[in-house]
C-alpha cells in the first residue's frame, strides 16, 4: 500500500521560515516524480512544486518561486519543502503528492501551516 | 496560472446524473490531453478519480467519466449515490511541468 507521511507544519510568525518533510512508502520513491499542493483553509487546491524522479526537473507556481525550495532524498524515500520569507497566504495544508501519468495519484495526509503574529 | 473555471455547486437526485464542466484556456487545457479530477470528503486528502481526461485508477466505479472538448472538460457522474457528496476539482497540467486547479465544486446530492 502507498503512504506518504508529511511532517514539519505549524504556526509561524510572518518573514519566517519553515521545512516540510514527506516520507513514501509502499513503492519505489525514486522511480516517481513528487509534488507538494496546498489547501488554504476554505478554499481551493493549489500546486505548489515539483521535482523529477531524478532531480533533473523542478519548478514552482509563480506565488512561491523564489522563496519555496523543493527537494528530495531517493535513498531515504524523502521529499521536502523548505519555505522562506512566509506570508499569511501561505497558511494551508500542505500535501505531499506522487505524480503518475501526468496526474497526482496518492496523497498524504496532509501537514497544517499556520502563518500569523 | 489562472485557476481553471468551475462551478460552485451543483446538485442531483439519488440515480440521476451529474456533469461538473471545468473551462480553461488554450494555454493548459486546451492544449494538453492531460486533465483529471479529484474527489475530496470532508476532512480527507483529494482522490484521484479519471486522469488522462478519460481514464479511471483501479478501484474508481465506473459511475464516473470524463471528457474534453476544446478549453472545456467535463466529469460526468451517473446513478448518484449518497457518499458522492463531496467536493471535486479538476486540473490540468500547464505545460514545462507546472498544472492548474479549478476552484472547485461542491456537489449534493439531494
Known amino acids: 500500500e502507498v503512504q506518504l507521511v508529511e511532517s514539519g507544519g505549524g504556526l509561524v510568525r510572518p518573514g519566517g521560515s519553515l521545512r516540510l518533510s514527506c516520507t513514501g512508502s509502499g513503492f519505489i520513491f525514486s522511480e516517481y516524480s513528487m509534488n507538494w499542493v496546498r489547501q488554504a483553509p476554505g478554499k481551493g487546491l493549489e500546486w505548489v512544486s515539483y521535482v523529477g524522479f531524478d532531480f533533473s526537473l523542478i519548478d514552482y507556481a509563480d506565488s512561491v518561486r523564489g522563496r519555496f525550495t523543493i527537494f528530495r532524498d531517493n535513498a531515504q524515500s524523502s521529499l521536502y519543502l523548505q519555505m522562506n520569507s512566509l506570508t499569511d497566504e501561505d497558511t494551508a495544508v500542505y500535501y505531499c503528492?506522487?505524480?503518475?501519468?501526468?496526474?497526482?495519484?496518492?496523497w498524504g495526509q496532509g501537514s497544517l501551516v499556520t502563518v500569523s503574529s | 496560472q489562472s485557476a481553471l473555471a468551475q462551478p460552485a455547486s451543483v446538485s442531483g437526485s439519488r440515480g440521476q446524473s451529474i456533469t461538473i464542466s471545468c473551462t480553461g484556456t488554450s494555454s493548459d487545457l486546451g492544449s494538453y490531453n492531460r486533465v483529471s479530477w479529484y474527489q475530496q470528503q470532508p476532512g480527507k486528502a483529494p482522490r484521484l478519480m479519471i486522469f488522462e481526461v478519460t481514464k479511471r485508477p483501479s478501484g474508481v466505479s465506473n459511475r464516473f467519466s470524463g471528457s474534453k472538448s476544446g478549453n472545456t472538460a467535463s466529469l460526468t457522474i451517473s446513478g448518484l449515490q449518497a457518499e458522492d457528496e463531496a467536493d471535486y476539482f479538476c486540473c490540468s497540467y500547464a505545460g514545462s511541468r507546472t498544472w492548474v486547479f479549478g476552484g472547485g465544486t461542491k456537489l449534493t446530492v439531494l
Open positions: 503528492v506522487r505524480g503518475n501519468d501526468w496526474a497526482f495519484d496518492n
